[in-house]
């Protein structure tokens, strides 16, 4: 069903602060930013590979990356792992016994179908599936 690891979803607080470490340290490419409104998000889209990091700045205090910096600080916040249909992905996640956070596909940055599996299914890890055209 994963047909590879999609991109790394990094939490951070400031956006262009953690831009200088990937982008003039590490030698990344800024391949462009987004804002996803429902998610309350600006995202940064650098690829390494066939995979991407993805930085998350949250775009106010209500949004979940916001929330999860107050709890946990910044740092790896999801995986996604890339699945050719995100319909079919949920309903054998779910025929498996896995506790979705989505039991629909919702928009993602970059245009994808996304859905979320609930970290208590997941040993603790919050793992997203992503559909790409």
Same mark, same amino acid.
């Given at each position: 069903?994963v047909?590879?690891?999609?991109?790394?979803?990094?939490?951070v607080?400031? =956006? +262009?602060? @953690?831009l !200088?470490?990937?982008?003039?340290?590490?030698?990344l #490419?800024?391949? *462009?930013?987004? &804002?996803?409104?429902?998610?309350?998000?600006?995202?940064?889209?650098?690829?390494?590979?066939?995979?991407?990091?993805?930085? =998350? +700045?949250? @775009?106010? !205090?209500?949004g979940?990356i916001?929330?999860?910096? #107050?709890?946990k *600080?910044?740092? &790896?916040?999801h995986?996604?792992?890339?699945?050719d249909?995100?319909?079919?992905?949920?309903k054998?996640?779910k025929?498996?016994?896995?506790?979705?956070?989505?039991?629909?596909?919702?928009y993602?940055?970059?245009?994808?179908?996304?859905?979320?599996?609930h970290?208590?299914?997941?040993?603790?890890?919050?793992?997203?599936?992503c559909?790409r055209d």
């Amino acid at each position: 069903m994963v047909k590879k690891v999609d991109h790394i979803g990094v939490a951070v607080k400031d =956006l +262009e602060e @953690t831009l !200088k470490f990937y982008r003039d340290v590490l030698g990344l #490419e800024l391949q *462009g930013t987004e &804002i996803v409104k429902d998610q309350r998000v600006k995202v940064a889209f650098l690829p390494v590979g066939d995979t991407e990091m993805e930085l =998350l +700045e949250s @775009t106010d !205090k209500e949004g979940p990356i916001y929330k999860y910096i #107050e709890k946990k *600080g910044e740092g &790896i916040q999801h995986i996604a792992y890339r699945v050719d249909d995100i319909e079919k992905a949920i309903k054998e996640m779910k025929e498996k016994g896995i506790k979705m956070i989505d039991e629909k596909p919702r928009y993602g940055a970059g245009g994808a179908k996304i859905a979320f599996l609930h970290p208590k299914s997941t040993h603790g890890v919050l793992v997203e599936l992503c559909e790409r055209d």
